[in-house]
Every structure is written in structure tokens, then in C-alpha cells.
């Protein structure tokens, strides 16, 4: 029922910034969850930050000060990545979960998820 876009990765050097989009075909009317997930290769996808459609935040330790979710009055979520190192070189994804009260960064709890875009970090 959601679709979802991801767009805005790239190649930085450690220390840079990027933005990450999301676009969405439509956002819940109410109680969902809108976030961003990572999986770098061989390794499991992670949560990384989550926004509740009451407002709320919910952010991975991993993240937490140098990376910030947010969206816009459209239908677009966006995630500012600041002070990138290169342990964030991943693969990242939006995702969207209905029917939440707040919102989780555990895996199993997502809905729908983007085909994800590529963030590079040299060292």
C-alpha cells in the first residue's frame, strides 16, 4: 500500500554529510512509522532511526548526535547524516510501519520497505 523511494546516497570522505530521501506514494492518516535502516555487506540490516507520526525519534546509539530523521510537509523523509565515518558505509532503506502506537527499530515490526541507496565513506 506504501511505496517507498530511496535517493540522495553517494561517495563522501570521512567527516562529510550526506542527505538521504525518501518518497513515498502516500503516507497513514495516522499511527505509523516512518525510518531508516542500513545493512553493510555481510552483515544484518540494522535500525537507525525511526520518526512516530505524533512526532517521536527514535535513533540507533550508532547514530545518535550525527544523523537526524525528519520529513517534510509533502510526502518525502529525509535523513541528514553528518560526521560519516567509514563504518557507515552501508546500504540504507527506508521503511514504514502502520498501526504504531511509537515507533521501534527492531527489524520484524516494518511494513514496507525501499530498494535502498548506496552510502560510500572513505577513510
Known amino acids: 500500500q506504501v511505496q517507498l523511494v530511496e535517493s540522495g546516497g553517494g561517495s563522501v570522505q570521512s567527516g562529510g554529510s550526506l542527505r538521504l530521501s525518501c518518497a513515498a506514494d502516500?503516507?497513514?492518516?495516522?499511527?505509523?512509522?516512518l525510518g531508516w535502516f542500513r545493512q553493510a555487506p555481510g552483515k544484518e540490516r540494522e535500525g537507525i532511526a525511526a520518526?512516530?507520526?505524533?512526532?517521536?525519534t527514535v535513533y540507533a546509539d550508532a547514530v545518535k548526535g550525527r544523523f537526524t530523521i525528519s520529513r517534510d510537509d509533502k510526502s518525502t523523509l529525509y535523513l541528514q547524516m553528518n560526521g560519516l565515518k567509514a563504518d557507515d558505509t552501508a546500504m540504507y532503506y527506508c521503511?514504514?510501519?502502520?498501526?504504531?502506537?511509537?515507533?521501534?527499530?527492531?527489524?520484524?515490526?516494518?511494513?514496507?520497505w525501499g530498494r535502498g541507496t548506496q552510502v560510500t565513506v572513505s577513510s
Open positions: 521503511a514504514a510501519e502502520t498501526g504504531a502506537w511509537s515507533c521501534s527499530l527492531r527489524l520484524r515490526y516494518w511494513d514496507y
Open positions: 502516500r503516507v497513514p492518516r495516522k499511527d505509523y512509522c
Open positions: 520518526l512516530h507520526s505524533d512526532g517521536e
